[in-house]
């Protein structure tokens, strides 16, 4: 009873103290940002016998500077990097766990398209245990090369989760990737996949991998107003740019952290609920379902989502707010983690959700 009793007091205090959690309200910049060099040793395991004598591994992902972003408690996040590329990383898997033939004419070549830890939440915070949790999403395309003719053999996808345990937690993720990895490539039929219909150019190939990175050349400045979809984001097609804005501000009530947006088509005032996008000329804010739109700051080529605290803090919330979806989480159950991290989500250009 006495043990009970003390926890309480300790709770009371600590949820008492709004000038002790006020200190903690503020939004880190994603320019300030350090790496955090995750280690993953590889897994022993059986080899397998490849028909090929050389393997090629091609990164081409929209962001090939980093991994996702590593949870602090209570201080900015950190940029996950591997000690290596990860197309050098992803190599030296590879060459772990498949044995080459060096005479054989034909070559290995994967492309990675994805490759991304995101954090969420299925349970809401608490001291005592808190539950956030880790997952993998994972792309990986694997061609072979033969007589200068490459043939797609293999689309392998899929995402890993887990909790959230500090360094601890990205092995097992990988881990099962490679798991999975290794058991597609076992089950390669080369016969039925070489077949000559199946086959591209060199030409063809570099199109197929240099179509996806195009994606994202929009034109600058963008353009100003509403967007319907993501697609008419990447085409740079808006619906109007003639906007009323119901501003939600930080803690402080100095910058908008997310609104809601009306816009003018055909003089008359049209909600947007339902419509993926705005960008007021500076920064992009998405709609995160109910048409609580929230902003994202530019960062280098991408968008970065780094004021969930701010959100979860803001003062001037309506009930709405709490059916909108964060990322993967719900904002019922992801805020209360703002107590404890700065969590940052960033804007993935293949379906323009946040992770």
């Not at 709609?287 to 989502?305: A, D, E």
């Not at 309506?318 to 960033?346: G, P, R, W």
Request: glycine share 4%.
């Amino acid at each position: 009873m006495k043990i009970f009793i003390i926890l309480f007091i300790i709770l009371f205090f600590y949820e008492s103290l709004p000038g002790q959690r006020t200190l903690a309200v503020f939004t880190p910049s994603p320019y300030s940002l350090h790496d955090e060099l995750i280690l993953t040793g590889n897994q022993a395991s059986e080899r397998i016998n490849m028909p090929v004598s050389s393997i090629e591994v091609i990164d081409n992902r929209y962001d090939t500077s980093k991994q996702g972003f590593f949870p602090v408690y209570k201080n900015p996040p950190k940029q996950i990097t591997f000690i290596d590329h990860l197309s050098i990383w992803m190599l030296s898997q590879l060459k772990d766990i498949i044995n080459t033939e060096k005479n054989s004419e034909r070559k290995l070549v994967m492309i990675i398209q994805r490759f991304w830890f995101n954090n969420s939440a299925i349970q809401k915070y608490s001291p005592f245990k808190q539950h956030l949790e880790t997952t993998l999403y994972y792309k990986l395309e694997l061609f072979s090369v033969l007589n200068e003719r490459y043939f797609p053999l293999k689309r392998t996808e899929g995402m890993f989760t887990i909790a959230f345990n500090d360094q601890v937690t990205y092995k097992p993720l990988v881990d099962s990737m490679m798991k999975m990895l290794r058991k597609d490539i076992s089950a390669i039929n080369y016969t039925v996949k070489e077949d000559a219909k199946n086959a591209l150019s060199n030409e063809q190939l570099i199109s197929y991998i240099h179509k996806k990175t195009e994606k994202i050349n929009l034109k600058r400045p963008l353009v100003k107003g509403v967007y319907e979809s993501f697609n008419d984001f990447l085409q740079q097609k808006i619906i109007g740019d003639s906007v009323d804005l119901i501003r939600y501000t930080d803690y402080f009530d100095r910058q908008m952290v997310a609104c809601q947006i009306g816009v003018y088509i055909q003089n008359s005032l049209q909600p947007c609920n339902r419509y993926w996008g705005y960008y007021d000329g500076k920064y992009l804010f998405v709609n995160t379902g109910n048409g609580l739109f929230i902003k994202l700051t530019p960062w280098f080529n991408q968008f970065i989502l780094a004021d969930l605290q701010q959100i979860a803090f803001s003062r001037k919330r309506k009930t709405f707010v709490t059916e909108a979806t964060i990322s993967t989480s719900s904002y019922n159950t992801i805020k209360d983690f703002a107590k404890a991290y700065h969590l940052f989500f960033q804007l993935d250009y293949d379906d323009g959700k946040l992770y």
